[in-house]
């Protein structure tokens, strides 16, 4: 299962939609807190969910699924190709299950306790979409015959944010439900990176909670994941990380001037994706400036990210093949292998600088990349 994919559910399973009945023209500051205020009137939703993906302006992909939901923290989904529907998801409040029919295998991740993003978490986010943002409404639209406020966001030039992915947000809010019914989010060039919009909106209809019942395939191996087990890697020195990574840690020879090593971590598997890896991090710092050097090893290789095959541009690391882009604005990324190792060169860097870090980076000296 994809990690944008897995995050979207996620998202679907704990955010609350907003509702109400008023008509009256409002302030970008009254809608949002309407919409803080109109969560409980909505106890079950579906919809159709169309979501396209961008790289530096160009849609690279896109996909729409139906999707059903019901406090607290039910969901089911389905993908739509060629006007077929199949399952990719359900969440009975307590697990989410998917199934890969090429494995015949289950997936069953056990829910947080805590919702990843619960209801006091998005008045958060509104509060610090209204605090950390300037947001102006730009008038009223329809969106699938639904009349909508159009709110838009920028972040502010001079806020701690300044190197956010994200430059600018537009929002639909449908008056009736308070729903945001579509969204379109810019990178940091003004170039449109996400577009999401629904349709067929339908609310409190009374869905049965049977229809968030999974039934396991025949003969399906079931593979169980605890997201409440899951450890965030420790911050510690490159001497401890060297002590306890399995493969020797390959280190950059030249650093930009004023950088300098901050933290390393270590990082043994993922809960949302199928394959077993061991990551090592290297964080470099400059007051407010960053830049990570990642080295991964997989026990099976996973797929070619689509994204980055697609628009990043070909380059050469000392003699390997590489990809290069800087789809996310001023935030760039390189990857390239060295033998076994899969890695990554992110951050703010500028992309001759970012070059000559990866090709600083020395060749394994032991045999296998084994300790």
């Given at each position: ?7 979207s559910?996620?998202i679907?399973?704990?955010l ?5 009945g008023?008509?009256?023209?409002l302030?970008?500051?009254e ?35 139906r999707?059903?939901s ?7 989904s ?7 529907e ?19 295998t289950?997936?069953?991740?056990k829910?947080?306790?805590?919702p990843?993003?619960?209801?006091s978490?998005?008045?958060g ?11 102006s409404?730009l ?7 639904r ?18 992915l ?6 639909w ?15 940091s ?11 067929n ?8 909670d ?11 191996e079931?593979?169980?994941?605890d ?6 890697p ?16 390959l ?9 300098a090593?901050n ?5 043994y598997?993922?809960a ?10 290297l ?12 080295q ?9 990210d ?19 882009t800087?789809q ?22 500028e ?5 000559k870090?990866?090709?600083s ?8 990349n084994k300790?």
């Amino acid at each position: 299962m994809k990690k944008t994919k897995v995050l979207s559910l996620m998202i679907l399973i704990s955010l609350a939609l907003f509702a109400s009945g008023c008509e009256e023209e409002l302030s970008a500051e009254e809608i949002a807190t309407k919409m803080q205020e109109k969560g409980e009137s909505i106890k079950d939703y579906s919809c159709i969910m169309h979501t396209a993906t961008y790289a530096n302006g160009e849609k690279i992909q896109e996909n729409e699924e139906r999707v059903i939901s019901k406090k607290p923290r039910m969901m089911k989904s389905w993908t739509i190709e060629q006007g077929k529907e199949e399952v990719a998801a359900v969440s009975d409040g307590e697990f989410l299950w998917s199934y890969d029919e090429g494995t015949n295998t289950v997936t069953k991740i056990k829910l947080p306790e805590e919702p990843l993003i619960n209801e006091s978490d998005y008045v958060g986010l509104i509060e610090g979409f209204l605090n950390k943002t300037n947001v102006s409404l730009l008038g009223i639209e329809e969106v699938d015959g639904r009349s909508a406020y159009v709110l838009e966001a920028e972040l502010e030039a001079k806020s701690e944010e300044n190197h956010s992915l994200v430059s600018r947000t537009k929002m639909w809010v449908d008056k009736e439900t308070w729903m945001a019914l579509k969204c379109k989010i810019y990178d940091s060039k003004g170039n449109l990176m996400i577009e999401t919009e629904i349709s067929n909106l339908k609310v409190n209809t009374g869905i049965p909670d049977s229809e968030f019942e999974f039934e396991v395939p025949a003969g399906a191996e079931i593979k169980v994941i605890d997201l409440n087990n899951l450890e965030v890697p420790e911050k510690m020195s490159l001497e401890e990380a060297r002590k306890k990574a399995s493969f020797e840690i390959l280190v950059p020879e030249y650093i930009p001037e004023g950088y300098a090593l901050n933290y390393t971590m270590i990082d043994y598997k993922t809960a949302l994706e199928d394959q077993s890896h061991e990551t090592v991090i290297l964080n470099y710092q400059k007051e407010d400036e960053f830049f990570h050097v990642t080295q991964t090893i997989y026990e099976d290789k996973p797929e070619e990210d689509v994204m980055l095959a697609q628009t990043a541009e070909n380059i050469s690391i000392n003699g390997k093949e590489g990809k290069y882009t800087n789809q996310f604005g001023e935030f760039k990324l390189l990857a390239w292998n060295i033998g076994e190792f899969e890695m990554t060169l992110s951050g703010f860097l500028e992309k001759a600088e970012m070059l000559k870090i990866a090709e600083s980076i020395p060749e394994p000296a032991l045999e296998n990349n084994k300790k």
